[in-house]
């Protein structure tokens, strides 16, 4: 049971470099989203997508993009990473309906120096 | 905005001991609220959902319940083992807002010592 599986596990980058990260899950969920999880913070939502096809902005949404590739993937890129951009970032799904469980990704460690 | 406040920070009790972790929210419009567990350098496992319209849910040791006029959830874990020492959060399923996006506590760090 895969469930959702986020890629890579660690990242450094220097800043003004740019990055896609994946994330794929094989639940047959239509919703998933983009979290990003910082000391004191707690996790914040970046982007999410509702359904194949569609996407709409979270709470802090700036200088990241995303793509819902087809039901299974959604990822996240990075244009121009800056070092505020150092978080975990976690990828979630879940199934359609308001209210449903949802389930997480591993994380990413990305650091930009 | 809804907010969602875990106290205390951390924890740290003797093996065997019965906890209760707290978490508060700010606008009682929710779908629902979620517990979940994070273990360092893990991601995020659910432990328990429970609807608006539930009070409680029970998985083996843990009970959380839910007072949502209140704003108010606790997750209950009775006779506590080394292995529960991990990273507590609760999120909560805002009405307002659209989607299905999860508003989070910054969690309590919970050490259970041998």
């Known amino acids: 049971n895969a469930g959702v599986t986020q890629t890579p596990k660690f990242q450094v980058l220097k800043t003004g470099q740019s990055m896609t990260l994946q994330c794929a899950q094989d639940?047959?969920?239509?919703?998933m989203y983009w979290y990003r999880q910082d000391p004191g913070m707690g996790l914040r939502l970046i982007y999410y997508s509702a359904s194949e096809g569609t996407t709409d902005k979270g709470e802090v949404p700036n200088g990241y993009n995303v793509s819902r590739l087809n039901k299974r993937e959604f990822s996240l890129r990075l244009e121009s990473a800056a070092p505020s951009q150092t978080s975990v970032y976690f990828c979630?799904?879940?199934?359609?309906?308001?209210?449903?469980?949802?389930?997480f990704g591993q994380g990413t460690r990305l650091t930009v120096v | 905005k809804q907010e969602v406040t875990q106290i205390p920070a951390a924890l740290s009790v003797p093996e065997g001991e019965n906890l209760v972790l707290n978490c508060s929210f700010t606008d009682s419009a929710i779908y629902n609220l979620q517990w979940f567990r994070q273990d360092p350098g893990k991601g995020l496992t659910s432990l328990l959902l429970i609807q608006s319209s539930q009070r409680e849910q029970t998985s083996g040791r843990l009970n959380a319940s839910l007072d949502k006029s209140s704003g108010r959830s606790t997750l209950y874990i009775a006779a506590s083992q080394p292995g529960d020492s991990a990273t507590y959060l609760c999120a909560v399923h805002p009405i307002t807002g659209g989607g299905n996006k999860l508003t989070f506590g910054t969690g309590t760090q919970l050490k259970v010592e041998l």
């Open positions: 639940m047959n969920h239509n919703s």
């Open positions: 979630a799904s879940s199934p359609t309906g308001v209210g449903t469980e949802a389930f």
